[in-house]
């Protein structure tokens, strides 16, 4: 057992010894992003009340509890992912009705977001059975919280969570160009294979702030605000850029005329479709006319190449 964790698992049993941990519940356990100092008590008190503990991978699983001196056999220990999520719930559902108290992980931060555990919460729900959320800590919260996104106005507002984009080329530029028009922060998450592609395809966004978070919490984490355009250049620059997991939070869109507006939209479609499919999509992200926006596409044509 670490030593580190004895007075954590201490105090987490005499912080929740007056609290209520009721039998035959699901707990959705959020768990650290990568420093495991960010457990919380009552997390810990949970997954040691735990008669199961549902997770993405058994073997990262009990490697974290065995970090925190949490010790679960084998058989405590129940493998439940995107690939078996619907199936895996029945049977979860069955221990939960024998009364059993069931803590779900995933295999980083607070499950059901961008991981796998809402279609198990919903299966739950369906059945009447109890959903209980301890909250901790989350990629997308962290990151929001030293952004420091504001609007042109230096107002605050709300974000959207558009989480992993597609992997295909012209899917992923179709999406960039929906989040062109969105006013609000938006955060997306990444892989470091596909890293660079997002940086190329964000960097039609052009002045549009980003700020990249790189193996948050984790020893060699790196935060950074930069214009869209200049992503790429800023991950080529070190190749240590390209290592680990990402969040990255697009800042609120500055205020535009709608012109400037349509001018970006299809400048961003016209290199991936065809023209009278870019100018379809642009009216329905800019809600202007089709006719007056295919006459502003040929325009752009004809300025990209005058021959």
Not at 58 to 74: D, V
Not at 148 to 164: I, S
Not at 176 to 199: D, G
Request: aromatic letters at 4%; charged letters at 20%.
């Amino acid at each position: 057992m670490s030593v580190s964790y004895v007075s954590a698992l201490l105090a987490a049993k005499e912080a929740c010894a007056s609290q209520h941990y009721p039998q035959g519940a699901l707990y959705v356990v959020a768990t650290p992003i990568g420093n495991l100092a960010d457990i919380s008590l009552r997390a810990l008190q949970v997954l040691v009340l735990a008669d199961t503990v549902a997770c993405e991978d058994t073997r990262h699983t009990q490697q974290m509890l065995r970090a925190y001196g949490i010790e679960k056999t084998g058989g405590q220990l129940m493998a439940l992912h995107q690939h078996n999520e619907a199936q895996g719930a029945q049977a979860l559902i069955g221990l939960l009705r024998q009364g059993q108290r069931v803590a779900y992980v995933s295999d980083a931060g607070t499950p059901g977001i961008s991981d796998p555990g809402a279609r198990l919460v919903a299966a739950v729900q369906s059945q009447g059975l109890r959903s209980i959320p301890l909250p901790g800590a989350s990629s997308v919260i962290a990151l929001l919280s030293v952004a420091g996104c504001a609007d042109g106005t230096g107002a605050r507002g709300g974000f959207a969570f558009e989480g992993f984009l597609p992997s295909k080329a012209t899917e992923r530029a179709q999406a960039v160009a929906v989040l062109q028009s969105e006013a609000r922060a938006v955060v997306l998450l990444e892989a470091p294979h596909r890293i660079e592609a997002l940086a190329l395809a964000l960097g039609v966004l052009g002045e549009r702030l980003v700020t990249v978070g790189r193996e948050l919490t984790k020893q060699f984490e790196e935060i950074a605000t930069l214009p869209a355009k200049e992503l790429s250049a800023w991950f080529a620059a070190d190749s240590n850029r390209l290592r680990g997991e990402f969040a990255l939070v697009l800042h609120p869109l500055p205020p535009q005329t709608t012109e400037g507006l349509q001018d970006s939209v299809l400048r961003l479609l016209l290199p991936e479709l065809p023209l009278k499919t870019a100018v379809k999509l642009a009216a329905e992200i800019t809600g202007q006319s089709r006719n007056a926006l295919y006459e502003l596409a040929l325009e752009i044509k004809r300025e990209e190449d005058p021959h």
